[in-house]
Nanobody, 122 residues
Framework: QVQVVESGGGLVQAGGSLRLSCAAS????????MGWSRQAPGKQRDLVATITSVGSTNYADSVKGRFTISRDNANNTVYLQMNSLKPEDTAVYFCNADVRLRPSTMTPFRYWGQGTQVTVSS
């Protein structure tokens, strides 16, 4: 019913920039919030950034001032602009979309993408 697809990952040198995109598609009534999380090998999955449909944002302390999350509500798309990248940013980045499938369902279901690899070299 719903697909979430990330793109934009790759290899970048420390200090460089990368822009990730994520689009949700399918039988969607509305999306309450979208966000990004990341997971490095052997580590837990951590929140990176979230954004609601009205534009409220949250960031992990480790990325504040460097990353910016934004969204295009009309196209069910979220972006993550990553600047001043560090080797410790290396991880698989996962996008989520909190989707309402029909108007009578107020509680959204969280769909996840498959992830996109970001590698930052020193």
């Amino acid at each position: 019913q719903v697909q979430v697809v990330e793109s934009g990952g790759g290899l970048v040198q420390a200090g460089g920039s990368l822009r990730l995109s994520c689009a949700a598609s399918g039988s969607i009534f509305s999306i309450n919030a979208m966000g990004w999380s990341r997971q490095a090998p052997g580590k837990q999955r951590d929140l990176v950034a979230t954004i609601t449909s009205v534009g409220s944002t949250n960031y992990a302390d480790s990325v504040k001032g460097r990353f910016t999350i934004s969204r295009d509500n009309a196209n069910n798309t979220v972006y993550l602009q990553m600047n001043s990248l560090k080797p410790e940013d290396t991880a698989v980045y996962f996008c989520n979309a909190d989707v309402r499938l029909r108007p009578s369902t107020m509680t959204p279901f969280r769909y996840w993408g498959q992830g996109t690899q970001v590698t930052v070299s020193s």
